[in-house]
């Protein structure tokens, strides 16, 4: 293997072009009309133009991204997370057009990626299952499905059997509630994965999301990494990531990590995966949430603790490598990392979304225990077409609170202007008693957000 086209865009197109430089490979980019003079387009070898701004119409077109590898000579694909990278069809459209796909093969993604599937598996594999619906048919009838939503239990949540990031996910708490929200996450989902399968699965008041690193280095045998405790999210998306978790009860880390590789082992799966789980606050009880089939964008602090390249373990093992030697048995952290994501966005208003041109990005060096990961420069629009992440600032320490300093100092040093943007909402978490304490729960910016919006950046150390 001796060339990668990267089928996405901005900041984890750049770290799969830094990754493939690191291993000699030739890099190919594609992009959009808006994206032809993106940083990623810039530091790749070789770049394709594959269509309009909309993402239906160039980073979700298979038809371009195949004809650009084939124009280009290059031997794989690698998928970056979002976009196609839990596409079973593209997956196997990869292979059949005689490239390698980075990451697990077809049939694995499609079984892991429909969540009522994966939910059978994991219950196969003896991990713990929340009660749950299974895929509620298209004519159920609105007495049966509350009868289902009772089964469940309230509080529940409706969930799209496809996708992630959130997409397709509303609460309900009482049964009145229920055929409403079963229509808008059926009509977000048709939007979003061009699926509109949901099902009902009990919702735990208080709890942590917490997640396991799994790699699967051969059929039935994967390892396991230390977790990632992602339970500050806003509209059910991550917002800061820390390794390891802190505060588990005795017993529930060892337990996470056994039953993640558990399942990628049942399963056969091969290279970089998550396995997600909600754990009670209360009693320290977990449960199965769902498996991504890709590399996660809060992947930099499992590498943090670890020092392991996990993009680079992904085109290793793709050219065929034999990874057993490379990735130790049970990945031990050394230390502490701490993930922050920027977006432009308006945190006072919902965070919505704030695209513009930013006339002015200062970040600080990533060197001293601190990673920057970006995917655009000063002068570059936030378009109103794709996520609008700005970077993700990443800060090692020898111990957590260490580590929370260090970040916070680097996002205190970071000027953002022409975007509105979450800076100072991410130095309040930081600062947070809560946070500080390792006792945040998945509610805690919905608790929280008035006292996180309102906290004077003087305070945040």
Not at 356 to 382: F, T
């Amino acid at each position: 293997m001796k060339s990668v086209l990267i089928a996405n865009r901005g900041e984890i197109a750049c770290r799969i072009v830094r990754a493939c430089r690191d291993l000699g490979l030739r890099s190919v980019a594609v992009y959009s009309d808006a994206d032809r003079n993106a940083l990623h387009v810039e530091l790749a070898d070789e770049a394709v133009r594959i269509g309009p701004p909309p993402a239906r119409q160039s980073y979700l077109n298979a038809d371009a991204i195949l004809e650009a590898a084939r124009a280009t000579g290059a031997m794989a694909i690698h998928p970056g997370y979002g976009f196609l990278s839990e596409s079973s069809a593209f997956a196997r459209r990869v292979v059949e057009a005689g490239l390698l796909f980075v990451g697990p093969t077809h049939t694995i993604i499609a079984e892991m990626g429909d969540k009522g599937r994966a939910r059978a598996r994991a219950d196969d594999a003896g991990v713990p299952v929340l009660p749950g619906s299974g895929r509620l048919s298209q004519d159920i009838g609105v007495d049966l499905l509350c009868r289902r939503g009772a089964g469940v239990g309230f509080p529940l949540l409706v969930k799209a059997t496809g996708g992630g990031g959130g997409i397709g996910m509303r609460r309900v708490d009482t049964e009145a509630d229920l055929p409403a929200a079963v229509e808008r996450a059926r009509e977000q989902a048709a939007r979003s994965f061009s699926d509109d399968g949901v099902y009902l699965e009990h919702f735990v008041a208080a709890a942590r999301h917490v997640e396991v690193q799994v790699f699967g280095i051969a059929p039935g045998r994967a390892v396991a990494f230390p977790e990632r405790d992602c339970s500050v999210q806003r509209r059910f998306q991550k917002v800061i990531e820390e390794s390891p978790a802190v505060n588990l009860p005795d017993g529930v880390s060892r337990g996470l990590r056994s039953a993640a590789a558990r399942l990628a082992e049942r399963v056969g799966y091969l290279g970089a995966g998550t396995v997600e789980f909600i754990v009670d606050a209360a009693t320290g009880g977990f449960y199965f949430l769902e498996m991504n089939t890709r590399i996660q964008v809060e992947h930099p602090v499992t590498e943090m603790v670890t020092g392991l390249d996990l993009v680079a373990l992904q085109l290793r093992q793709t050219a065929g490598e034999d990874l057993s030697a490379a990735i130790p048995n049970a990945p031990q952290a050394v230390g502490h990392a701490i993930e922050a994501r920027i977006y432009a966005e308006a945190p006072d208003r919902g965070f919505l979304p704030t695209p513009g041109r930013l006339a002015r990005l200062d970040l600080p060096a990533s060197e001293g225990g601190l990673r920057i990961d970006i995917g655009v420069r000063a002068g570059d629009e936030i378009t109103p077409f794709y996520d609008p992440m700005i970077a993700k600032v990443i800060a090692w320490g020898s111990d957590r609170d260490t580590a929370r300093r260090r970040l916070d100092a680097a996002l205190a040093a970071t000027c953002i202007d022409g975007v509105g943007c979450n800076l100072a909402f991410l130095r309040s978490v930081l600062a947070h008693e809560e946070f500080r304490a390792g006792t945040t729960t998945t509610d805690f910016v919905s608790r929280q957000g008035t006292a996180l919006l309102a906290a004077p950046l003087a305070n945040v150390r």
